[in-house]
Nanobody, 114 residues
Framework: VQLQASGGGTVQPGGSLRLSCAAS????????MAWYRQAPGKQRELVAI???????MYGDSVKGRFTISRDNAKGTVFLEMNSLRPEDTAAYYC?????????WGQGTLVTVSS
């Protein structure tokens, strides 16, 4: 499975962005999909994770502002980010699991700055 993330950019505080991550290969075997982020000098952290059936969990810092969704048929996962804050600035990475194997996409940079 290969993952290709897109949608990053620069936005002002309070703005919105939508990230997409498209998988190729055996997309019908993908179980969980997730978004992680890593800010400069910090460890990578979980932003949101979604099961194949649609149940989702979020990191405490993004609850109520971010929404994760997926299209199982297309092997695509989305991250709708609203009310963005400067502390959301990071490289965002998508992740997918096929049985017990995890796969990573390349990062897409999100910068929140006035």
């Amino acid at each position: 499975v290969q993952l290709q993330a897109s949608g990053g950019g620069t936005v002002q505080p309070g703005g919105s962005l939508r990230l997409s991550c498209a998988a190729s290969g055996d997309v019908f075997s993908i179980t969980t999909m997730a978004w992680y982020r890593q800010a400069p000098g910090k460890q990578r952290e979980l932003v949101a994770i979604i099961a194949r059936g649609g149940s989702a969990m979020y990191g405490d810092s993004v609850k109520g502002r971010f929404t994760i969704s997926r299209d199982n048929a297309k092997g695509t996962v989305f991250l709708e980010m609203n009310s963005l804050r400067p502390e959301d600035t990071a490289a965002y990475y998508c992740n997918a699991y096929v049985y017990s194997s995890g796969y990573w996409g390349q990062g897409t940079l999100v910068t929140v700055s006035s």
